[in-house]
């Protein structure tokens, strides 16, 4: 049986922390579906299209994995494509209440899936997608965060807005 996981997240953008789950994910499961969600709490810096396109760079040495847009339930997609566990990464203890939360939820939804943590590594710990966009908005350096290209398209979008 192949085993198919979902990784789902907003990635806006992808980071470091990020791709590190999305290569210990492939290595764990037959297939990895990384699916670019809405998060209705958040307003995204990017469009989803934008999200995939910068994903599918940086996981295009990962043969197992695919990338997919949700506009709808995480737990129905889950179904729908057979997939086994959704994959979330666990950074600390500040995450584990919305994701206990989510996972829950999403068990209720569809008990036929499971919700696994991946620890974040120590060196991402403290890493988020807007974090990163916060340090470059005041003129930080991102580049150990991000890779090259991902922060070009953050300073691009940063400074079109400032011109606005
Ligand atoms: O990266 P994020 O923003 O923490 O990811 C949260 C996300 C997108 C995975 C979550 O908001 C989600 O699953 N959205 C899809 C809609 C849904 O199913 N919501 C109920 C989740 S219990």
Do not use: W
Request: contains cysteine.
């Amino acid at each position: 049986m192949r085993r198919i996981a979902v990784c789902p997240g907003s990635f806006d953008p992808v980071t470091y922390g990020h791709i590190d789950i999305f290569n210990r994910a492939s290595g764990l499961f037959d297939k990895v579906i990384i699916l670019v969600s809405s998060n209705l709490a958040k307003q995204p810096m990017f469009t989803p299209t934008e999200r995939i396109k910068m994903i599918m760079d940086v996981t295009s040495d990962m043969d197992n994995v695919v990338i997919d847009i949700l506009d709808g339930l995480l737990a129905d997609y889950v179904r729908d494509v057979g997939a086994c566990a959704i994959v979330k990464g666990l950074r600390a203890v500040s995450d584990f209440e919305y994701e206990f939360q989510m996972a829950l939820a999403n068990k209720k939804l569809y008990p036929d899936a499971e919700t696994v943590f991946l620890t974040t590594s120590t060196e991402n710990m403290y890493l988020s997608s807007s974090v990163v966009k916060q340090i470059a908005a005041f003129g930080g350096d991102i580049s150990s965060f991000v890779p090259d290209a991902i922060r070009e398209n953050i300073m691009s979008r940063i400074a079109n807005v400032n011109k606005i």
